[in-house]
Every structure is written in structure tokens, then in C-alpha cells.
């Protein structure tokens, strides 16, 4: 079975720490996304990645960098964690031809401190 | 920026009740793409439409995709409480070629 895989499922930390989170998927997909998840706010795209060493912004990617050295590994960095990144992060995955849907992980909730 | 409204926010339906999710975007799509996401888990792929007024069916699940490419709708028929969940459409720009979430529509079955 196909998957998205990330590495924490809940993660506590602290205002200013500096927080990774990790996603790895198995399809050899070309696009890898990171999204945040609030309720009423929907899901809100915080970066992407076309390809190996590529990254673009999103809607929301104040307060976050990333990181694609290898195609089926993309990290997500909150680089000084604050109270208002608290909220659920989600991973997907998706081939570059837009037959296919996404392919989301299990998702991460961040709470800050 | 583009925009993809959905509504209604919540509904709330007693079992073998219908139920239908509206989905509207501010400019043209090139495809429109279903989810669902279970309380407590992530949101999984439903479907695929790409051409004008194209309908599709899942079981007692169907699909449309307006004339304009602009607006789509996810009607149940006669919902089960393994119905429950929140429906997010999900809009590919014509232009940017990026997806854009609705707000999704949670929907509670009562049996």
C-alpha cells in the first residue's frame, strides 16, 4: 500500500525552539506539499516542491522554511515556534500529471507552548 | 487571490436522509477533486472531473462539475453513519495549476 509517512503524530514545544517536521513517501511522486489545518480555515498551503531542491511559497509560509534534498523526503522547519503555529500539519504527496489526486500522511499536531 | 468557497459549513442529517456540499470558485478550474477526511484521520481522494458538466458516481455518492467549470456539487443519497466526516472539494486553477482547498462541509449522520 502506498504511503505518506510522518514522523511524529503529536509533538509539544516550546515558544522559540526551533521544530522539524519530517515527511517521506514510497511513490516516487515528483510533488511534495505541506499544508496547516485549522477549523473553519480549511487547509492552507504552506510550501511546495516540484522537484529535488526545489521549493515555493505557498499562501502561508511566514514563519516556516523547508528543505528537499532527496525526491521522497520533505522537511518542514518552524524556525522560532510561536503559539499561533499550534495546528494540525499535513503532508501529501502527487505525480506531476494532473490525472492523480494527492496523497495526504496521517498529519502532525504541533502544539507550541 | 482565487478563492473556493463551499457550503454549508456543518449539516446535520438523520440516517437514509440526503445530503449535497456545494463547492464555488472566483475563476475558472481546469479539474475539481474530492476528499474526504474521518474525524480524527486525514483527508483521502474521492475523485477526479475535468470536463464541463461532467457527472460521476460512487455508489450512492455523485459528483457534478458545472457547465462553467466554476462551481461542483458531492450529493449522498441516503446517508449512513459511516457517512460522517468532512467533504473538501478542492480546485485546480487554470492558470497557477495549484489546488485550492474549500473550507470542507462537516457532516453529522444521527441513526
Known amino acids: 500500500d502506498v504511503k505518506v509517512t510522518q514522523s511524529s503524530r503529536y509533538l509539544v514545544k516550546r515558544t522559540g525552539e526551533k521544530v522539524f517536521l519530517e515527511c517521506v513517501q514510497d511513490?516516487?511522486?515528483?510533488?511534495m506539499f505541506w499544508y496547516r489545518q485549522d477549523p473553519g480555515l480549511g487547509l492552507r498551503l504552506i510550501y511546495f516542491?516540484?522537484?529535488?531542491?526545489?521549493?515555493e511559497k505557498g499562501d502561508i509560509p511566514e514563519g516556516y522554511s523547508v528543505s528537499r534534498e532527496k525526491k521522497e523526503r520533505f522537511s518542514l522547519i518552524l524556525e522560532s515556534a510561536s503559539t499561533n503555529q499550534t495546528s494540525m500539519y499535513l503532508c501529501?504527496?502527487?505525480?506531476?500529471?494532473?490525472?492523480?489526486?494527492?496523497?495526504f500522511g496521517s498529519g502532525t499536531r504541533l502544539t507550541v507552548v | 487571490g482565487q478563492q473556493v468557497m463551499q457550503i454549508p459549513q456543518y449539516q446535520h442529517v438523520q440516517e437514509g436522509e440526503d445530503f449535497t456540499t456545494y463547492c464555488n470558485s472566483s475563476?475558472?478550474?481546469?479539474?475539481i477533486q474530492w476528499y474526504k477526511q474521518r474525524p480524527g484521520g486525514h483527508p483521502v481522494f474521492l475523485i477526479q472531473?475535468?470536463?464541463?458538466?461532467e457527472v460521476k458516481k460512487q455508489k450512492r455518492l455523485t459528483f457534478q462539475f458545472g457547465e462553467a467549470k466554476k462551481n461542483s456539487s458531492l450529493h449522498i443519497t441516503a446517508t449512513q453513519t459511516t457517512d460522517v466526516g468532512t467533504y473538501f472539494c478542492?480546485?485546480?486553477?487554470?492558470?497557477?495549476?495549484?489546488?485550492?482547498f474549500g473550507q470542507g462541509t462537516t457532516l453529522q449522520v444521527k441513526p
Open positions: 478542492a480546485g485546480q486553477s487554470s492558470n497557477t495549476g495549484k489546488l485550492i
Open positions: 475563476t475558472t478550474l481546469s479539474n
Open positions: 516542491s516540484y522537484d529535488v531542491k526545489m521549493k
Open positions: 472531473l475535468v470536463k464541463s458538466g
Open positions: 511513490m516516487d511522486h515528483e510533488n
Open positions: 501529501a504527496s502527487s505525480r506531476t500529471s494532473r490525472n492523480y489526486g494527492y496523497t
